[in-house]
Each structure stands twice: as C-alpha cells, then as structure tokens.
C-alpha cells in the first residue's frame, strides 16, 4: 500500500486520522508535543511517541492535560513549533493553558477529537465541542483559530496550515475533528518540504546580547491590560476577513443548501447527490475553518438566494454551528436544523427525508 | 580601592513591591548573587509563579516567563527539554508548589528534569490576603483557619521536601531559612549546589526556603524572623533533606 516517488517527496500512505494528524504535524516541522492518554485520539500520541524523537523533536507523556498543555506554553515560549491533542474531556481541562497562550500570543497548535459529552460522555464521535472551540473555551476575550478536516488528507494537510496561521498570527490554533474522522482510515499523499521559519525576537533563549524577554499574561497597571486586549481585537478582526475557509459543492442553483463540516459534511454530501437524483436542487457548504466562521459565504448566499431557498445546517450535536448559520445569513433565509448527539450522528436517510419534508412544506405554502 | 559589595547584575536596580520583613527580596538577591557569581546571567531562563513573587521578572534581569497557577515546573520541562544549554528555574511559594501545583512538582522531579526549584515557603497565601496554605503549622491563624488550622477537617503541614526524597530522580534537597544572617548565608551556599547541579547535569534540585511574611502572619518584621526561628523550623527541621 505504500509507495515513494522520491523525485517529489510525495509518499502515499494508508492512515487513520489521528494518525495523519500525527504525521502532518511532523512534516509541518513540529518539534514539541506534550500529552495524555484519552480515547479516541490514542493513535495519535503513540504516533508522536513513535516518530517525533526519529526527527529530533521532544516527546513527553505528561502527568495531565494541564501539564501537557502548560508544557506546550514553555515550548512556545522557548520558540519553536509545538501541539498537543486530546478529546473533549481533556480539552476541557486545556482551557485554563489555552487562554494563557492567547493571552501571551504564543503560537501553538490543539488537536480535539471530539467524543460525546457532557462529562465523560462516551468515546463515540461528536461535535458538541463546537461552542468551546469557537467562543474561546476558557476565561477572557479572545479566540483561537479553529479548522476542521472533513477528511484524512484533510486532516494531514491541515496540520501545516494550523502550524502557519498560528505562527503568522501568534494565535493557538485548534484543529476540531470529531473521533469518527480520528478513527477512519484512508490514502493520503504526505509531501516533505520545507516550512516557513517564522522569527520569532520574542522567544526566551537567554538574553546574551539583547535586553531580557519576559513571556507573560499579567497586566497589572491601569490601562495595559485594555491595550492587550484592543490589539488582540485588531488580530482577531484582521483574522475574520482574511482567513475564512469554506468548501462549495453544487451550490449555484441550490434551493436547498446544507451547512455541515467534518464528517457530518461527507454524510451530507452524499445526501445532496442523491437529492439531486431525484430532482431536488440541493448544494452544501462546508466550513473548513469554524473560527473565523465562513460568514462571507453565506452572507453572499443569502443575498443571491432565490425566494423560497431554504438552509439546513447539519450536525452532530443538538444545535451549536446553525447559531453561526444564522448569525450570518441574519434572518434572509429560513435556517432549518437537523442533528444528533451523544456518539450518535443523522445518517444520509435522516438528511434526504428532513429536506423532503422541508421541500413539501414549503411548496405548500 | 576595591569594592566588597554591591547591586548584583542579575538584579535591576528598582524598589520592589514586597511588604516591610518580607523574605522574597531577600530570596530574589540570593538567587541573583549565585547567577552573577557563576556568570549565567545570559544562559537564565526563570518560571515565575502566581504568588506574591508572580512579577519577579520586573526585578531580575534575565529571561523570565511567567506560568498559570501551579504549572511553573510543567513550563520549565518544555523551556530545559528544548534548550538544555540553558539554565531553567522556577521560582514558586507553598500554594503554587505544594497545593495547586502538587501534580506537576511530583512528576518533573520524579521524571528527574534537570531544574532548579526554589520554593519559597512561609505558611501562607500572600497574594490573596493571608490564606491557609499546605504549610500553614497546626494553630496557625489564617483567614481561612481563624481558630487556627484544625488537623481534623484542615490536615497537617505538607512536608513536600521530605515527599520528594523518596523519588530516585530527585538528586539535591536542602531546606533553609532566612531568619539570621548566618542562615541566609547557608541559604545562598545551598541556592548555589542547587544551580552548580544543573550546570553539572546532576539533575533536579530543590531548595526549600523558610521565609517571614510578617503581614499576614500579624507579626512584627522582627517577631517573625523570631518565629520562624523559635516554632516554623521545629516544623520544617533545616538541613539537608537528600
């Protein structure tokens, strides 16, 4: 199954997502990763534990996600390319790291593979860490990058885009893939090349011949910590305009338009092309980055739509990414909803027979 | 005519916050003299807890990060792992190391990281208003133990330095005081083993630091020196641990 063209450095190989995730952060020339044991994101952490010492990179088991996450603050600090994953539980656990690192705009990369919640839920797949994920997740005013796979080259191809943005942003990106995409196994290519070095003056490396540098959050005279936050705001509206990411697929002539990512967007694709088979105009966006949210497209949906079209946002959880939707197609169109949750999903047969009936309803009246 | 003794260079020449009697500016000059005595300033990197000491950093004059609540010794494993041509410390009171902390003080040590631990202990919360910390002695009068801390619904004071021992990555444990010239002079030889370790890639080393914090232990400068001498070191017996 695996074979190398060596002329382009392009390997195909057989993997799981959590596995491509692994590789992708590698070949995105991270060289730090810290953490803990959940399912169902353990191929990932064996993988680390596995291939990054090979690379020269530093490996550590930590005690807990706090540590993991706290580890990932020193090795951002210290200034180099550094991640850790987990799943939801444990993601909860990161919080208190991650509003540390946006508060101190270290670069760093989360990887959540989400299971089904609240509390130890289950280790079945969900997306019902999409709130957590895109409003922040721990205390204070600020957002992480948020990009979601739908896919297992997906998966490896986003690594090095995370890995990126954060450097270029000095913002801790996450990566929000639910545990099926984890789990499934398909081809990828993965390309060796070389990354973007980011300087980065700020690092701590010992003050030999420049003033010392001081990594902190702390911002206790009157006013420092307003400016923080006003230039973390210019960041993030900066972030808004430039970076959204959304996939199209058949959506010219759509009446009616999913809205889903990760795998719930594969399951509604293959709903928009058997709606299509039987006469129903129907298209799909999906979202690639969630936070910023690809409000451009649906605003520009919206606004083009003919009368009478209809949206339908997908997921697996009861109702997290449609506030989104409708956020940003602000009361131009009908948002409908469809979605299951805890470590369940609507299957392609739920997708086809909601739009059905949506289709009906709104022929009558 | 030659100079005996001066501002150390690892040591900026401003006024701290720290209350009349307090121990940290005391620890902090300490901590500054070794540096410059073994010419590291430039190779430093320090942990800053959240504690009275969390903007230590705005009197050193070297690399400092700061760290959340507990986590200094998490920070400092990623900073010594990546950059073990540096020297790494962290600098962290009772609530950070031995409460809030306990998780990630236990399993650096017991991962045998190659740091430099001062923990700074003087039986309280500083930051917060006077707390109870793990330390706090039986009696002890803090704002959350106003009748004194109760071993039957408060516990006993955590005795982490002798915890630590036990783990065969730990290798260098001293715990000294601050009560008297000759002590801080005995502090600073084991703040100066505990750096030289790290340089020499011995392995983790901790040096526990008795330390008077007047304002919240409602004593005099002067008294709380005295108790740290006549009660808290009954407590916390000096010597080396390991």
């Given at each position: 199954m695996k074979f190398i063209n060596?002329?382009?450095q392009k390997n195909k190989v057989l993997m799981s997502g959590n596995e491509a995730i692994a590789r992708g952060a590698i070949d995105a020339g991270c060289v730090f990763y810290a953490g803990y044991p959940i399912t169902p994101q353990n191929e990932l952490i064996a993988y680390m534990g596995e291939h990054l010492p090979d690379t020269g990179g530093i490996f550590i088991q930590a005690e807990s996600e706090l540590a993991a996450i706290n580890m990932v603050f020193g090795a951002s600090a210290a200034g180099v390319r550094a991640m850790t994953s987990s799943s939801s539980p444990g993601i909860s656990l990161k919080q208190e790291g991650i509003s540390y690192l946006a508060g101190a705009e270290l670069p760093s990369v989360i990887v959540n593979v989400m299971r089904g919640g609240?509390?130890?839920?289950?280790i079945s797949p969900s997306q019902a860490d999409y709130f957590q994920a895109t409003r922040g997740?721990?205390?204070?005013d600020y957002y992480c990058l948020v990009l979601a796979p739908a896919t297992v080259q997906e998966a490896y191809d986003f690594m090095r885009q995370a890995f990126e943005l954060s450097d270029k942003y000095r913002i801790p990106a996450m990566i929000l893939c639910d545990g099926m995409l984890g789990q499934m196994m398909e081809p990828i290519i993965t390309t060796k090349r070389k990354n973007k070095i980011y300087s980065k003056p700020?690092?701590?490396?010992?003050c030999k011949g420049r003033a010392p540098n001081v990594v902190k959050t702390?911002?206790?005279?009157?006013g420092d910590l307003e400016k923080l936050n006003l230039s973390l705001q210019k960041k993030y509206k900066e972030i808004f305009a430039k970076e959204q990411v959304a996939e199209s697929f058949?959506?010219?002539?759509?009446?009616v338009v999913l809205v889903g990512y990760g795998t719930m967007a594969r399951i509604a694709k293959a709903a928009v092309r058997r709606l299509r088979a039987e006469g129903i105009k129907a298209g799909l966006i999906c979202p690639k980055t969630l936070w910023p949210f690809p409000k451009d497209t649906l605003e520009s949906l919206a606004r083009k739509a003919k009368k009478g079209t209809i949206v339908l946002a997908v997921e697996?959880?009861?109702?997290?990414m449609v506030e989104d939707v409708r956020l940003s197609v602000n009361g131009k169109l009908p948002v409908e909803f469809i979605g299951r949750s805890g470590g369940e999903m609507p299957g392609e047969d739920d997708i086809v027979m909601t739009v059905r009936s949506l289709v009906k309803k709104s022929r009558r009246c | 005519m030659q100079k005996l003794y001066g501002r150390p260079k690892?040591?900026?020449?401003v006024s701290t916050?720290?209350?009349?009697?307090?121990g940290h500016g005391i620890a902090h000059r300490l901590v500054a003299e070794v540096i410059d005595e073994l010419a590291i300033r430039e190779l430093v990197i320090a942990i800053a807890p959240v504690?009275?000491?969390?903007?230590?950093y705005d009197y050193w004059d070297f690399d400092c990060s700061e760290a959340a609540h507990g986590r200094a010794m998490a920070v400092a494993t990623a900073i010594k792992r990546l950059r073990p041509e540096n020297i790494v410390f962290t600098y962290q009171g009772d609530g950070d190391l031995?409460?809030?902390?306990t998780n990630e003080t236990i399993h650096a040590a017991n991962r045998g990281e190659n740091l430099t631990v001062i923990f700074i202990n003087n039986?309280?919360?500083?930051?917060?208003?006077g707390q109870m910390a793990p330390t706090t002695l039986l009696g002890q009068k803090t704002a959350t133990s106003?009748?004194?801390?109760?071993?039957?619904?408060?516990g006993y004071p955590l005795k982490i330095s002798e915890m630590l021992?036990?783990?065969?990555?730990?290798?260098f444990i001293e715990r000294v005081s601050l009560h008297s010239p000759q002590e801080i002079i005995r502090a600073k030889a084991a703040i100066k083993q505990a750096f030289l370790n790290q340089v020499h890639k011995v392995g983790f080393s901790l040096v526990e630091v008795l330390s008077p914090c007047p304002t919240y232990w409602g004593k005099s400068p002067k008294d709380s020196l005295d108790w740290v001498r006549d009660v808290m070191q009954k407590e916390f017996p000096l010597g080396r641990i390991k």
């Open positions: 060596k002329m382009t609240p509390g130890l839920g289950s997740g721990g205390h204070g700020w690092a701590l490396t010992g702390l911002c206790m005279v009157e058949l959506l010219e002539d759509a009446l697996m959880s009861y109702g997290q | 690892a040591l900026k020449d916050h720290y209350c009349p009697g307090c504690g009275c000491a969390v903007i230590a031995a409460a809030i902390g039986a309280v919360y500083g930051m917060t208003g106003l009748k004194g801390r109760q071993e039957q619904t408060q021992k036990i783990l065969p990555g730990v290798k």
